[in-house]
């Protein structure tokens, strides 16, 4: 008979990564893109609170 070895078998857990250091260069990186982002939910807000960008003039019909 055979055995029920089939398929793959589970991988032996891996110790729990431990979190990194971040070096100056990283934190700056970090920081640029929370401005960054700030910048961009500052812009949309204000474009939301508008109304259409090219209304224009109200045209009128040729005749009198």
């Known amino acids: 008979m055979s055995s029920r ?16 250091e971040m070096d100056e260069e990283e934190k700056a990186f970090k920081q640029e893109q929370k401005e960054e ?5 500052e812009l949309k807000a204000k474009a939301a609170g508008k109304g259409p960008l090219a209304t224009g003039e109200i045209k009128k019909s040729g005749k009198k």
Request: charged letters at 50%; zero cysteines; proline letters at 10%.
């Open 5 to 20: 070895e089939g398929g793959k078998k589970k991988p032996l857990k891996q110790p729990k990564k431990q979190a990194k």
């Open 37 to 41: 982002q700030k910048k961009l939910e």
